[in-house]
């Protein structure tokens, strides 16, 4: 906090239920501290520090997770793109610097959930889970939604990419040995995130989350068919079996792609109805 402090005017340190010192200590070295009466988790922690930042009116909003993975001293760079009007909100991407230093582990579930909010948005992020990220007034003040548990990185990319901010990355460090990590464990933490991710697609984007599916199943459906075909011309003995097998997959694909584009017609319908 006090490496932060002399990079912005007011630090703004969210107390999500802890049963440690963290206000004590983030008041001693003159942070503001909102303190929340029990763990609600990260997305609504960011909120309500989004909340007291538009009541002082904050020309930019800089995200930085309290770990200490992060280095406050890379604030002017993260900043940087705002300050010249080039982005509204400004992503600190571990992988554009060092990512030889970055565990194995992470960089498989980082990339696989970069993939997921690409499908989830229309921007495609390096680093979709990073914590360390700024914001203008304008898309502050936009983004106002209520995402729940973990996954406010992303649903902030969705968001933003959809309503036509510009988002920028930049090269950061990231400090992995620290002494008090994240309390959720990477794979659950992932999960998490994933799940929620798999939600956001489901919504806005159906013909990939239900018509691809359809159409694996139509094609297998359509597969074990020919195979039954092929059996029955061969053996003269019809394949009850494989041609019960090839109707359920070939109906339940059927059932996948209509819902994909009933439902694509739907958003669709929302997108392109006048807005009141």
């Known amino acids: 906090m006090i490496r932060t402090r002399q990079f912005v005017n007011t630090v703004i340190v969210i107390d999500d239920g ?69 982005a509204d909100l400004v992503i600190g991407s571990r992988f554009l610097k060092n990512e030889n230093s970055i565990p194995f582990y992470r960089k498989v579930g980082q990339k696989t959930l970069d993939t997921f909010t690409k499908f989830a948005s229309s921007y495609k992020s390096t680093d979709s889970q990073s914590g360390f990220r700024a914001l203008n007034a304008k898309a502050l003040n936009c983004f106002t939604i209520e995402p729940s ?23 950061i460090d990231v400090n992995y040995e620290v002494p008090h990590k994240h309390k959720k464990n990477f794979f659950s933490h992932g999960m998490a995130v994933l799940s929620n991710l798999v939600g956001i697609i489901g919504y ?23 195979w039954a075909i092929t059996d029955y011309t061969a053996n003269k003995v019809f394949p009850y079996s494989l041609t019960a097998v090839a109707g359920v997959f070939l109906v339940i694909g059927l059932m996948f792609l209509n819902t994909a584009l009933i439902l694509n017609s739907l958003v669709q319908l929302m997108q392109h109805s006048p807005k009141k």
């Not at 609600?40 to 930019?60: C, E, S, T």
């Not at 806005?204 to 020919?226: D, E």
């Open 18 to 86: 802890s049963l440690d010192m963290t206000s004590i200590i983030a008041e001693h070295a003159d942070a503001e501290v909102i303190r929340l009466s029990k763990n609600h988790g990260k997305a609504y922690a960011v909120l309500r520090g989004f909340d007291r930042a538009r009541q002082l009116n904050a020309d930019i909003v800089i995200m930085l997770d309290g770990d200490g993975q992060h280095h406050p001293e890379e604030i002017p760079s993260i900043i940087a793109p705002i300050l010249k009007d080039d």
């Open 149 to 171: 548990g973990y996954d406010i990185e992303s649903v902030m990319i969705s968001y933003l990419s959809d309503k036509g901010f510009r988002i920028v990355e930049v090269p």
């Open 204 to 226: 806005r984007r159906p013909l990939i989350s239900f018509g691809m599916p359809g159409l694996i199943l139509m094609l297998f459906g359509f597969y074990m068919g020919i």
